[in-house]
């Protein structure tokens, strides 16, 4: 089956309602701690990714029974210490961040040796950030490079309580660290720069020992260990990720509408809704409820007339750190200079992002001057594309393959985008829903 898709023409008008699939977040969340619960948890819409598809068989060899059909998953948890070791075991978390970390601190409480692998691209990234607090509560860690994967997880029976500052806003780290305080004696207490609080929301619905109290710029968490956690029933909402390829698809095309259902508004994730509508961008929230500790609701976006430039605040970066290629895009577009700074978290993800932004961007024609964790981009609102674009070798980065085929779709040009496998991490039906806006050929 062909790897590569071929982009020649810009989209047209359109007026759509869509849903997309389920939270990937939310989904590797459930499956981790639903394997901790005492009883079976069910899920429906859960994400059917490689990435929570490889938590899945993580937990399936940790001991625990899943059932995984067409529109429902169950999880037949064992409890807090429910985890069976076997000889050699191996958990693979492919291409997962956030698999890879978070399960580290599930396992800090096993005393035999586990080893995680990844694909190429986890195994460049860095683990040390991860290792060294789960280290502190008790745990043993052997890395590659005292850095990378693979690395080996030698728990312990008796872990104690840890204070650990989190100064990157990296919602894998702050969330692998509750974990483990979930296992251990005592109070783990917890400063973290702002991110994603998906965990906190998740353990405090599941009225687990934690408190979160909000600051300006980091919150203080104190977890201590839990004795039990009940089966977790869950539909999952759409992801906003997800979601912001067809937001800023609406932007970038004339006269166009969308609305897209049930969307996970999580204030944590929404960054790129603020910079959106800072920018210009018509974004509406209808039908509004709150699910399990987490904001719902129908987004409505309109394409603007024009686009204005944006000097991004930095305490949006979090909220948004998995959009920021699309954000590059809109901002191409804009009419004046965009400049986006303190990023350096961009290149900490499945390939370094800010320097594949500035690629796409330059072969598009947009001028931009680039640091290790700042961008300036020279908007044109009149940009044309006629020349051709290829794009590969970029680490199987999915989320540079989708941004590259909104590109296409909004600014023309003939595009040869490569590596379209790479959906199956986050979104296999990307393309999917991309042919009811456009037929695209494949090669």
Same mark, same amino acid.
Request: with cysteine.
């Given at each position: 089956?062909? =790897?590569?898709?071929?982009?020649?023409?810009?989209?047209?008008?359109?007026?759509?309602?869509?849903?997309?699939?389920?939270?990937?977040?939310?989904? %590797?969340?459930?499956?981790?701690?639903?394997? @901790?619960?005492?009883?079976?948890?069910?899920?429906?819409?859960?994400?059917?990714?490689?990435?929570?598809?490889?938590?899945?068989?993580? +937990?399936?060899?940790?001991?625990?029974?899943?059932?995984?059909?067409?529109?429902?998953?169950?999880?037949?948890?064992?409890? @807090?210490?429910?985890?069976?070791?076997?000889?050699?075991?191996?958990?693979?978390?492919?291409?997962?961040?956030?698999?890879?970390?978070?399960?580290?601190?599930? @396992?800090?409480?096993?005393?035999?040796? %586990?080893?995680?692998?990844?694909?190429?691209?986890?195994?460049?990234?860095?683990?040390?950030? %991860? #290792?060294?607090?789960?280290?502190?509560?008790?745990?043993?860690?052997?890395?590659?490079?005292?850095?990378?994967?693979?690395?080996? +997880?030698?728990?312990?029976?008796?872990?104690?309580?840890? !204070?650990?500052?989190?100064?990157?806003?990296?919602?894998?780290?702050?969330?692998?660290?509750?974990?483990?305080?979930?296992?251990?004696?005592?109070?783990?207490?917890?400063?973290?720069?702002?991110?994603?609080?998906?965990?906190?929301?998740?353990?405090?619905?599941?009225?687990?020992?934690?408190?979160?109290?909000?600051?300006?710029?980091?919150?203080?968490?104190?977890?201590?260990?839990?004795?039990?956690?009940?089966?977790?029933?869950?539909?999952?909402? #759409?992801?906003?990720?997800?979601?912001?390829?067809?937001?800023?698809?609406?932007?970038?095309?004339?006269?166009?509408?969308?609305?897209?259902? !049930?969307?996970?508004?999580?204030? #944590?994730?929404?960054?790129? +809704?603020?910079?959106?509508?800072?920018?210009?961008?018509?974004?509406?929230?209808?039908?509004?409820?709150?699910?399990?500790?987490?904001?719902?609701?129908?987004?409505?976006?309109?394409?603007?007339?024009?686009?204005?430039?944006? !000097?991004?605040?930095?305490?949006? =970066?979090?909220?948004?750190?998995?959009?920021?290629?699309?954000?590059?895009?809109?901002?191409?577009?804009?009419?004046?200079?965009?400049?986006?700074?303190?990023?350096?978290?961009?290149?900490?993800?499945?390939?370094?992002?800010?320097?594949?932004?500035?690629?796409?961007?330059?072969?598009?024609?947009?001028?931009?001057?680039?640091?290790?964790?700042?961008?300036?981009?020279?908007?044109?609102?009149?940009?044309?594309? !006629?020349?051709?674009? +290829?794009?590969? =070798?970029?680490?199987?980065?999915?989320?540079?393959?989708?941004?590259?085929?909104?590109?296409?779709?909004?600014?023309?040009?003939?595009?040869? %985008?490569?590596?379209?496998?790479?959906?199956?991490?986050?979104?296999?039906?990307?393309?999917?829903?991309?042919?009811?806006? =456009?037929?695209?050929?494949?090669?």
């Amino acid at each position: 089956m062909s =790897n590569s898709v071929i982009i020649k023409n810009k989209i047209a008008k359109f007026n759509k309602v869509i849903s997309v699939s389920g939270d990937k977040s939310l989904s %590797i969340r459930w499956v981790l701690l639903s394997s @901790l619960a005492e009883g079976v948890s069910k899920a429906k819409n859960l994400l059917l990714s490689e990435d929570v598809l490889a938590s899945i068989k993580a +937990i399936r060899k940790l001991g625990i029974k899943c059932i995984l059909s067409k529109d429902e998953c169950r999880i037949y948890g064992k409890g @807090l210490n429910g985890y069976k070791y076997r000889k050699n075991l191996l958990i693979d978390a492919k291409n997962s961040g956030t698999l890879g970390r978070l399960i580290l601190g599930l @396992l800090i409480n096993i005393p035999k040796p %586990i080893k995680l692998i990844g694909d190429k691209s986890l195994s460049k990234r860095d683990f040390k950030r %991860i #290792s060294d607090p789960l280290s502190k509560f008790g745990a043993k860690f052997k890395l590659k490079n005292n850095k990378n994967l693979p690395l080996v +997880i030698i728990g312990n029976r008796s872990l104690k309580p840890i !204070n650990y500052h989190e100064k990157r806003g990296s919602a894998q780290c702050k969330s692998s660290v509750i974990f483990g305080g979930i296992l251990a004696n005592g109070t783990t207490k917890i400063k973290a720069k702002k991110s994603r609080n998906h965990t906190e929301l998740l353990c405090k619905y599941l009225k687990l020992p934690i408190t979160v109290k909000e600051k300006k710029n980091h919150d203080i968490i104190k977890v201590n260990r839990a004795k039990f956690i009940k089966p977790i029933n869950y539909k999952i909402p #759409s992801d906003i990720s997800s979601s912001a390829f067809f937001i800023v698809l609406t932007a970038l095309s004339k006269s166009s509408k969308l609305t897209i259902k !049930n969307v996970n508004i999580n204030p #944590s994730r929404t960054g790129i +809704i603020s910079i959106l509508k800072k920018m210009g961008i018509q974004i509406f929230f209808k039908n509004q409820k709150k699910y399990k500790g987490e904001k719902i609701a129908d987004i409505k976006v309109k394409s603007p007339k024009t686009i204005k430039p944006i !000097n991004c605040p930095s305490k949006l =970066n979090s909220g948004a750190i998995d959009e920021f290629l699309i954000i590059f895009l809109v901002a191409a577009k804009a009419n004046g200079v965009s400049y986006f700074k303190d990023l350096s978290e961009l290149n900490q993800k499945e390939s370094p992002r800010l320097k594949w932004g500035e690629y796409i961007l330059n072969n598009m024609g947009v001028k931009t001057i680039t640091t290790k964790d700042s961008i300036k981009i020279f908007g044109n609102p009149n940009l044309k594309i !006629n020349n051709k674009i +290829i794009i590969k =070798n970029y680490l199987k980065d999915h989320r540079v393959f989708m941004a590259s085929v909104i590109a296409a779709l909004s600014f023309g040009g003939k595009w040869i %985008i490569h590596d379209k496998h790479s959906i199956k991490t986050s979104f296999p039906n990307f393309l999917k829903i991309i042919n009811k806006f =456009n037929n695209i050929k494949y090669v």
